[in-house]
């Protein structure tokens, strides 16, 4: 069985080159366009969609009503406003937080334990 290196020996008279160009040359500005063309038509959906211009990160007329709300961190309320504060900031949950610690009872007591 030959392995990879030496099947690319036999192939190319230059073993080190690889062709990396397999779909021709990109346009790189093309492929920016429709990028582009792409993420505009995308926001342009989203804001009729949602009656909000999420690239302007404001409200528009339309069937939803949007209001500013504060955003709550355990027990600290927050405004928006807030931008360079850390309150708003979200703290990782512990386990603990969604289930009761129970006690769990060993089947065999320990010396502390006596028995009546």
């Not at 069985?1 to 080190?16: G, T």
Request: hydrophobic share 25%; proline share 6%; glycine share 4%.
């Amino acid at each position: 069985m030959y392995s990879a290196r030496a099947i690319l020996l036999q192939s190319n008279s230059n073993p080190e080159k690889v062709c990396r160009n397999l779909f021709g040359p990109v346009d790189h500005e093309r492929l920016k366009a429709d990028c582009e063309e792409l993420l505009n038509r995308t926001a342009e959906e989203a804001k009729k969609r949602w009656n909000f211009d999420f690239v302007n990160e404001t409200p528009i007329e339309g069937p939803y009503k949007w209001e500013k709300v504060d955003c709550v961190n355990g027990n600290i309320l927050c405004s928006n406003e807030d931008n360079g504060s850390d309150c708003c900031k979200r703290k990782q949950k512990l386990i603990t937080d969604y289930y009761q610690v129970k006690r769990h009872c060993s089947p065999v007591p320990s010396p502390k334990q006596s028995c009546a």
